[in-house]
Structure formats: structure tokens, C-alpha cells
């Protein structure tokens, strides 16, 4: 009968040979056409010529052996090995105990490799920082942990947060909702001379409260297990999610209830996982129909379609400049946006307006009621400021009016009478003043 070991879970486990099973010293051998699992021989085996169904005798082998410098030329690997284990054993700090279980160097040697090599090392230091980089790079790609909150805020009595937590209170761990179903119970005494119609009263009243007391456990449960205690350190956590994966993770949110923690983790991150593939899957469709059966093609024709998307871009705003045609100001600015592009750069802001904002294109009165009752420069004024005939001539009407009746309109007057935007009011407040329909006060 042959056993068969595994020794992966202790580095310090010693490995057998397969051909004595006795354990291992080095050096060894090990077959390099074998495997896996390694296939190990003692000396003693191999120069017998030791064979073991597909392994022969002819293979080729690697000598194993400790017995070469790694940090330090005076200290062997399996020296390092040793102090190691010896410290795991002894502990930190125990050097004479390390030194009498190496037997090979002094308290001062161990002492001294171990502060120099394993906690003053800059190199490993910088390689547990890459290491916790690379780890925290993997968890920000994973889903969203679920872990009870060990320690949750302490919002003030009664506030929004408060709210939020469900009136969770630290203090006592407990929540304030559904906090009165023992009021039910405090007038109830079961007594001999009950009736029965009234003892089932009882009865059924206690099983309310049972009941009530299950779902307020539920309910406890589930916020406790998955987190929701602290609720703003969840919702930041949920950011971390592309905007349409927040949706969907919005909509599944009610099946926590049914799934525990980390089962309800899963679940949202398979769908999250859908989503991708979905969008993977929908741009290979594209690449397809356009006749693409490679990635290095695929990536020409990404280029492609991203120049042609700036030139699209370029087409939009030379379009918008001829909207533009007669505010000199965005002209001017768009011209400038224009040199930057040509020029390697990239602008930040979009064509701004004397508002701050994008201006808009005047507004096409074809067809518009009430197009034929203004002249020219009405036109002009309703186009820029996007305001359609009809109600120009009511404000107009009203403004002369209330001008006649004062003897003359201030500008705040004017905005008391026209319910709409100040920028919009002055422009046609100004535009009358300036054509003489009305006069100021």
C-alpha cells in the first residue's frame, strides 16, 4: 500500500521519497518530466535506479538543496528557513532560544540578521507596499465587502442621520422602531374564571406579539449583517460601481432580505458581471458588422472611429459658429477653442456666453403666431433672447400700459409685471426704452 501526501499547507513539512517513503534530506532529487505532483527521490533511491510507472531511470533531475547564500554570504537558505521557523517557534524577541534551536549561529548572529535583513530590509519594505497597493488595486475591482459595522457613527438624537440608521442607538445597539408591542401585553392577566371566548383573546393577543417580535429580530438582523447600520460609509461604498451597475444594484437591493451577506454579494456581483460581459459582447457585435474578425484590426478601426469622432465634433461647432454668426464674443471664443484643438490641446470648457453659460441658438419664429404683428427688430429681439411672439406682445402691452398709467417704468417695476427670467425682462425692458415705447421713471 502507498500513500500519498500533501504537504502544501506547511512549508516546513519535510517531503517524502517515493521510492523508501523515508523523509527527505538534502540534497535530493527531483524528476523535471514528472509532475504534478513533484516526483521526489532520497540518493539513496536514485542510484539504485528507483522506476515508478511513467517515471524511468533516464529522466532528467534537478539536485534540491538548501545550501546556497540568499541576504547574507555567511547564511545559507536553509539557515534562513531555520531562524525563521525558530523565531515563529520561540518567538520575537526570545534570541537565545532561536540561537539554542538553530545550533548552528549565536544569540548576537540571530539577533543581528533578523533586525537587519526581515524588519529594517528597505526592499522588503517597499515590497510589502507593492504588495498592499496590488492588493488594494484587486479590492477596489471586486464587490462591495458586507461586514456588520463594528463601529458605528453616534449621530445626534432626532437627526437626519439618526433618521437614517433606523434610530439606531450605539450605546445599546438596539433600534427605536417598533419599540411599543410589549403596551399591548401590560393589561393582560390569564385568571381561572376567563371565559373561553376570552382566553382565546388572550391567546391570539400574545400570538401578535410573538409575531411582532419575530419581524422586529428580522429586521435587526438584516441591517446588522449587512452593514446598513453606518449608512453613508455604504453609500460611499456603492459609488465604486459604474452608474448603470448603481441602478441595477438599487433595484436588487430588496432581495437582501431573502439572501444573506455575502450570498447577496454574489449576487450582485454576477449581475455586475452580466453587465460587463453584455458590453463586451455588444462592442465585439460592432466589430463584427463592420467586418473586423481581429483585435489588431479592431483596434485600428477604435482609432478610426475616435478621429472621426472629433471630426464630427469639429463639424458641430462650425455648424454652432454659424449659429453664432452675429455675437461676435462667441465667435471670438469659439475661434480660440478651435487654435487649441489644432494645437494638441484639449479645452475644458464649452463655448461660454456672456451668462457664463453655453448660448443657445435663436430661436426659428417660421411659423410661429403672432410673427406677422412685429417688425424687424422685434424679430431680432425674440430670436436672441428665445421668446416666442405671442408672448412678447403680451409683455409689451403690459409694460406700455403700466408706463402710461406712472408716467414712466423702472426696471424693478418691469420685473414685478413679467414673471420670467431677470436676464430676459432687462433685455426687453432695454429694448423698449431704446426704441421709445416706453420711457423710464
Known amino acids: 500500500v502507498r500513500f500519498t501526501f500533501d504537504f502544501t499547507g506547511d512549508p516546513f513539512d519535510k517531503p517524502p521519497c517515493r521510492g523508501c517513503s523515508s523523509y527527505l534530506t538534502e540534497p535530493y532529487v527531483k524528476c523535471a518530466e514528472c509532475g504534478p505532483p513533484p516526483f521526489l527521490l532520497c540518493l539513496q533511491c536514485f542510484t539504485r535506479g528507483f522506476e515508478y510507472k511513467k517515471h524511468q531511470s533516464d529522466h532528467t533531475y534537478e539536485i534540491m538543496t538548501s545550501d546556497f547564500p540568499v541576504l547574507d554570504p555567511n547564511w545559507t537558505a536553509q539557515e534562513e528557513m531555520a531562524l525563521l521557523e525558530a523565531v515563529m517557534d520561540c518567538g520575537f524577541g526570545n534570541w537565545q532560544d532561536v540561537a539554542n534551536q538553530m545550533c548552528t549561529k549565536s544569540k548576537e548572529e540571530c539577533e543581528k540578521h533578523y533586525m537587519k535583513h526581515f524588519i529594517n530590509n ?54 427605536e422602531f417598533d419599540n411599543y408591542a410589549e403596551w399591548d401585553l401590560r393589561d393582560i392577566d390569564f385568571v381561572e374564571d376567563d371565559s373561553d371566548i376570552l382566553h382565546a383573546l388572550k391567546v391570539a393577543v400574545v400570538d401578535i406579539y410573538h409575531s411582532r417580535l419575530k419581524e422586529r429580530q428580522r429586521r435587526k438582523k438584516i441591517i446588522r449583517d449587512h452593514g446598513l447600520i453606518n449608512l453613508r460609509k455604504f453609500q460611499i461604498l456603492e459609488r465604486r460601481y459604474p452608474k448603470e451597475v448603481q441602478d441595477l444594484y438599487e433595484t436588487m437591493r430588496r432581495f437582501a432580505r431573502i439572501l444573506g451577506p455575502v450570498e447577496h454579494d454574489k449576487f450582485i456581483e454576477s449581475h455586475a458581471l452580466e453587465f460587463e460581459l453584455r458590453r463586451e459582447i455588444k462592442r465585439l457585435q460592432e466589430y463584427r458588422a463592420a467586418g473586423i474578425t481581429n483585435f489588431c484590426s479592431a483596434r485600428t478601426y477604435d482609432h478610426l472611429k475616435k478621429t472621426r469622432d472629433e471630426e464630427r465634433l469639429k463639424r458641430t461647432m462650425l455648424s454652432e459658429v454659424l449659429q453664432y454668426i452675429q455675437d461676435s464674443s462667441a465667435c471670438q471664443q469659439w475661434l480660440s477653442r478651435q487654435a487649441d484643438i489644432d494645437s494638441g490641446l484639449t479645452p475644458t470648457v464649452p463655448v461660454p456666453s456672456n451668462s457664463g453659460r453655453r448660448s443657445a441658438p435663436p430661436l426659428n419664429l417660421t411659423g410661429l403666431p403672432g410673427t406677422e404683428k412685429l417688425n424687424e427688430k422685434e424679430k431680432e429681439l425674440c430670436q436672441m433672447v428665445r421668446l416666442v411672439p405671442g408672448a412678447y406682445l403680451e409683455y409689451k402691452a403690459a409694460l406700455v400700459n403700466e408706463c402710461n398709467k ?36
Do not use: C, W
Not at 459595522?149 to 437627526?159: L, N, Q
Not at 437626519?160 to 433606523?166: I, N
Open 122 to 175: 528597505p526592499l522588503f519594505a517597499s515590497t510589502l507596499l507593492n504588495l498592499k497597493q496590488a492588493e488594494e488595486a484587486q479590492h477596489n475591482e471586486t464587490a462591495i465587502p458586507f461586514h456588520p459595522a463594528d463601529d458605528p457613527p453616534r449621530p445626534a438624537f432626532d437627526s437626519l442621520l439618526s433618521r437614517d440608521m433606523a434610530g439606531y442607538m450605539p450605546a445599546r445597539a438596539d433600534f
Open 406 to 441: 406712472q408716467g414712466g417704468l423702472r426696471l424693478a417695476q418691469a420685473r414685478a409685471l413679467i414673471k420670467i427670467d431677470v436676464n430676459k425682462t432687462r433685455k426687453i425692458y432695454d429694448f423698449l426704452i431704446r426704441e421709445g415705447y416706453i420711457t423710464k421713471a
